[in-house]
């Protein structure tokens, strides 16, 4: 196979080397389109054929429903990795030794705290705000407090914003759901590992001492390793096109935050849930959201399916649907949301519309209904994406950074008005 794309244009004939990735993906390198052609360019809405970087982080394959993190499944270390293993292997590229492992955790539990005005400023938030602008807000609040966290030029001060964001972030993820809850804003415990510590922030009463449910503790275990990364997508790609401003780690972050927050991206988790609940209140008739969902007249989309990428199925839902039949289970939790998800799930994956649009139950469809058994409010689901989804996004800013790659600005076609004169107000 040639390893060279021509490209002809105005009758022009032009090549453009072909870019090779490890698992044979194949691109077309157009750096010198522009230049050579004279000002073609590329339009591709939605980015959906183009590549914005080269990565060794995440591999997917949407067709064959394969995800790995840095050369390995998604279903071995979801299996037997934990957390913060997995975020050391998608920061630093190798899975831990015990010692580098033992490390990382102890410089993250040194970061553990934040700014006592921190609070101020939560106690400025009205009490309905969402969660996620306020952990957007905060993340970026955070650049005030640690300035030097701006500044990564060398290794080690990358090092330091990395290990600081990991120790503050899970306290303003628990910060947001106490506050809108009425409980009093607490920290975790050195004795405990990553998620224990979520979880002991997330739930400790006041007036009791908070025991780990190890049922709920591996379920989270999973469910953050499952949303750990996932290549160029909606909120990564914010985060790499504000970090190439070299705006910073954090506010690069707080711009992601707010991408993941859109219902169809992260969104989606909190919207499934809303979505059952509404066709519970409406008697729990699948069909009709069904007919709802086909219809091209009604906006309305069952939330949950599809995918920009998986068009065969969700490698992540496999995983996530058998946790969750577990969960409920080991809780003893019979939940009528779940049947209504369950004939949801049935009628679409026997209907032409969904299997001939290759529409199959994404990871947000599973995912609510474990934060819904774990007692995680609904409103609180897309951030608990986002704190699984923070060392995906630091990795990728730091390779976007280590690889020096240019400030990210895509160009357009302009289809306005042409050059007019200005007309006085009186005349128009
Ligand atoms: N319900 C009904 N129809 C749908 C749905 C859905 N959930 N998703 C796609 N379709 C239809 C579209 O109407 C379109 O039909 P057409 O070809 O007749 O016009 C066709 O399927 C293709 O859909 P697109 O919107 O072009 O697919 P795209 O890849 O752009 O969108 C997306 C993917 C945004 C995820 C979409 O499937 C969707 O809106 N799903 C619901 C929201 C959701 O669950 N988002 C979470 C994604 S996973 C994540 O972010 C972690």
Redesign the pocket.
């Known amino acids: 196979m040639s390893d060279i794309a021509t490209l002809q244009v105005n009758g022009e004939s032009y090549e453009f080397p072909l870019v090779k990735g490890s698992e044979n993906e194949t691109a077309i390198d157009i750096k010198s389109l522009r230049t050579a052609t004279g000002g073609v360019i590329t339009l591709d809405a939605?980015f959906k054929n183009t590549g914005s970087c080269k990565s060794a982080i995440t591999f997917l394959n949407g067709e064959e429903g394969t995800l790995r993190y840095r050369g390995y499944s998604i279903e071995e270390l979801a299996e037997k990795a934990d957390f913060l293993e997995v975020a050391f292997l998608l920061i630093f590229g190798e899975l831990p030794t015990a010692e580098q492992l033992e490390k990382f955790h102890s410089d993250i539990k040194e970061q553990s705290i934040v700014d006592e005005d921190i609070k101020k400023i939560i106690d400025a938030f009205p009490k309905n705000a969402h969660p996620m602008g306020v952990l957007s807000s905060l993340t970026s609040a955070l650049v005030a407090f640690n300035p030097t966290s701006v500044n990564v030029d060398s290794e080690e001060e990358m090092y330091n914003s990395i290990v600081k964001i990991m120790g503050k972030f899970p306290v303003l993820v628990a910060w947001a759901m106490r506050k809108k809850q009425g409980l009093p804003l607490n920290y975790g415990s050195k004795s405990l590992d990553y998620v224990e510590n979520v979880l002991k922030m997330m739930f400790e009463k006041p007036n009791e001492d908070y025991e780990i449910n190890p049922i709920v503790k591996n379920a989270l275990d999973k469910l953050l390793i499952l949303h750990a990364d996932?290549e160029q997508?909606c909120s990564t790609s914010t985060v790499r096109v504000v970090g190439s401003s070299h705006a910073g780690l954090f506010a690069s972050l707080s711009a992601g935050i707010s991408a993941l927050w859109g219902?169809?991206?992260?969104g989606?988790n909190q919207?499934?849930l809303e979505m059952l609940g509404a066709i519970e209140e409406d008697g729990g008739d699948t069909k009709k959201y069904m007919a709802k969902?086909?219809d091209?007249e009604d906006p309305f989309?069952?939330?949950?399916?599809?995918?920009?990428v998986y068009k065969n199925f969700d490698p992540r839902a496999t995983i996530i649907k058998v946790a969750a039949d577990e969960v409920l289970g080991d809780l003893g939790i019979e939940d009528p949301i779940l049947d209504i998800a369950k004939g949801l799930e049935q009628e679409a994956l026997n209907d032409p519309y969904f299997v001939d649009?290759k529409?199959y139950p994404?990871?947000?469809?599973y995912s609510g209904i474990i934060y819904r058994a774990m007692g995680i409010p609904t409103e609180m689901f897309t951030v608990m994406f986002a704190l699984g989804r923070l060392p995906g996004w630091i990795a990728q800013w730091k390779e976007m950074r280590l690889g020096k790659e240019p400030i990210g600005r895509p160009r357009q076609v302009y289809v306005g008005e042409k050059s007019r004169p200005f007309v006085a107000v009186e005349k128009r």
């Open positions: 939605g996932h997508n219902p169809l991206h992260g989606a919207a499934v969902a086909k091209k989309r069952l939330m949950g399916f599809g995918h920009r649009r529409l994404n990871v947000d469809f």
